[in-house]
């Protein structure tokens, strides 16, 4: 039987770490959750690097006095190439003249498949590896290149890759051979990632979430609190009885 995703179209507005606006997305996204398992989708997963993974990136550069840069793949999904035979009906705003009964056949993945995020990491797993990148053993997102005195390491999170070395010339290598194949931006030195606020100095990497707090202040409607070292007593002692 032959499948038929509805999809709709989604808008978004990407803030910078200031909170100010980036940029303004829309997407075509089709309804994976009226997928069935076994009849449009098998297998599922998602590169998505672990925290202790980046937080281990963050304590090798520092340590050994490495810049980590910043790419970001735009419409990752839209690069993995499908297995199974999907169908999906023209999206609003764009029916074909006099072909509005029609069908699309997808070839490559769209935004809302179950599989899109295992199509795009096969993809740029395929290409890694004819880069020259071996795979880390205990961490799926994590790949390395090259020898101590000339190595490059990176990692993963769905569509944004973390790039740090030791030799300045292999990671523009690296970037312009992204270039080739991916449409993406060089976000340049990292500077703001999962909600991370990371400034790069040399010998040092400071990590705060300045934008993270205001928000939960704002949340709460508290920014205009007075701010203080110690916010409570710290003698205090606190029981489930206490009523605020």
Known sequence: MKKIRLGTW????????????????ARLVVKGYAQIFGVDYFDTFAS?????????????????????Y?????SASLNGFLEEEIF???PK??????????????????YGLKQAPRAWYNKIDEFLSKLGFVKSLSESTLYIKGNQANSIVISLYVDDLLVTGS???LIQQFKDDMLQVFEMTDLGEM????GMEVKQNDGEIFISQRKYAKE?????????????????????????????
């Not at 978004?12 to 980036?22: F, H, P, R, V, W």
């Not at 500077?191 to 999962?194: A, D, Q």
Request: charged residues 30%; positive net charge; hydrophobic residues 40%.
């Open 10 to 25: 989604v808008f978004k507005t990407k803030l910078n770490a200031d909170g100010s606006i980036n940029k303004y997305k």
């Open 48 to 68: 998505v690097a672990r925290q202790d993974t980046i937080r281990m990136l963050l304590a090798i550069a520092t340590q050994k006095g490495w810049k980590i």
């Open 70 to 74: 910043q790419l970001h793949v735009k």
């Open 88 to 90: 999906v009906e023209q």
């Open 93 to 110: 705003g764009f029916f074909v003249k006099g072909h509005e009964d029609k069908v699309y056949l997808l070839k490559k993945a769209l």
């Open 167 to 169: 030799n300045a010339k």
């Open 191 to 194: 500077t703001y990632f999962l």
């Open 216 to 244: 939960i202040l704002k949340k709460f409607n508290m920014e205009n609190c007075k701010s203080m070292n110690t916010p409570m007593c710290q003698k205090e002692k606190l029981c489930k009885d206490d009523v605020s």
